[in-house]
């Protein structure tokens, strides 16, 4: 394993066993209580899209999230013949993704082994640009704000990253509800005929890997009294270990992020402690659900030690709980850097397999788990 230390002096051992701060702000738990209340009183209904999205037209369906904004996306179904057994909700980073048309390619093999996968764009971004208010923001106008909007506020519920959080969970529910044979008539041919629920798995990628961390913690037994989330499967998670980062890291969303506090110097405590309540460490206490990880030694854009700690929050057994590590995480390094990445994809492709349990899938996969020297 890669003894050079990064750019904040620790090594890989190190760096992959950092941990970040899981003590919540002091409002954490009236906020989440009021947003959650919020997120139940909606009825999300996932529908096929009959008004184009000119920013992406390849979104095929859409729901209805917080504050009334369409998210776009684009459901694929498994290949003619083979039977839904589950589905997937995947997430995307904090740039501006590739079309959602484009996109599909990457979830070919897991859609042939019965999983129907539901990739989201959250609001603002193309496809879910049709309803841009004060919610949210066009990320036509700058893709480095839109993390940022309404932070400040004095009122933190304007703030757009719990909404976006909205966006992820009620994908959840409406992929639940679909393959229940609620709601969204069109799916209900593709439906398997098991008495058991169907599995709903949860996937991201960087800043989609930190939202899709809090939506299991927030949709973890608060629902009918179980997990709405089976399974897991994170890349780079960002949004993780805020009071490091804000004192450590001076790239990406930290770097934002301590603009914004300079910017306002009168309130750096409260907004510190706004920032927390959208920390994935603080949230990841309540992740008991099987996970797989991608993280990397390096990173510039989430700095490595804070996808770490994200993991290393997740409060799965010992035994749920895989670490996929790569030289570097958000660019695209040398050829060994590469031929891990791929590999990853292979790997997550076992973990969602619903044939099997993720310990199933994951023992072929073991050897393979560590980044050798």
């Known amino acids: 394993m890669d003894s050079i230390p990064n750019d904040f002096g620790l090594n890989a051992v190190r760096t992959y066993s950092h941990v970040g701060d899981p003590t919540p702000a002091p409002d954490h738990s009236v906020f989440w209580n009021a947003w959650f209340e919020r997120l139940g009183q909606e009825s999300p209904v996932l529908q096929v899209r009959d008004v184009v999205d000119d920013s992406d037209p390849s979104a095929t369906h859409e729901y209805v999230s917080s504050h009334g904004v369409r998210i776009g996306c684009r459901l694929m179904a498994p290949p003619s013949g083979i039977a839904v057994r589950g589905s997937l909700v995947t997430v995307h980073g904090y740039t501006t993704p590739e079309t959602l048309e484009q996109e599909e390619r990457h979830w070919s093999t897991i859609r042939e ?5 539901l990739a989201i764009r959250l609001r603002g971004y193309p496809g879910s640009r049709m309803d841009i208010n004060n919610r949210t923001i066009d990320l036509d106008s700058s893709d480095r704000d839109w993390v940022t909007h ?14 976006a959080l909205a966006d992820v969970c009620n994908a959840v529910r409406v992929m639940r509800n679909a393959l229940l044979g609620r709601d969204a008539k069109d799916l209900q041919p593709w439906i398997e005929g098991e008495a058991r629920r169907p599995d709903v798995y949860l996937h991201g990628r960087s800043l989609g890997g930190g939202l899709a961390t809090i939506a299991a913690a927030q949709l973890s037994g608060r629902m009918l009294g179980r997990p709405i989330v089976d399974r897991l499967g994170i890349e780079v998670p960002s949004l993780g270990a805020w009071r490091w980062r804000l004192e450590h890291a001076s790239m990406g969303l930290s770097k934002r992020f301590n603009e914004m506090l300079d910017q306002n110097p009168d309130r750096r405590e409260e907004l510190v402690n706004r920032l927390r309540l959208m920390d994935a460490v603080v949230h990841g206490r309540k992740v008991r659900v099987p996970t797989l990880a991608m993280l990397a030694s390096r990173d510039e854009v989430a700095p490595a030690p804070s996808s770490a700690a994200v993991f290393n929050a997740i409060d799965s057994d010992p035994g749920q709980k895989w670490r996929f590590c790569v030289p570097f995480g958000h660019r695209a390094g040398d050829i060994t850097n590469t031929r891990r990445v791929a590999l990853f994809g292979k790997v997550l492709s076992d973990f969602f397999d619903p044939s099997r349990t993720p310990m199933e899938s994951m023992a072929a996969w073991e050897p393979e788990m560590r980044l050798e020297s």
């Open 113 to 117: 082994r019965g999983i129907a996968v």
């Open 150 to 163: 309404g932070f400040t506020g004095y009122d933190h519920k304007d703030w757009v990253l719990p909404d």
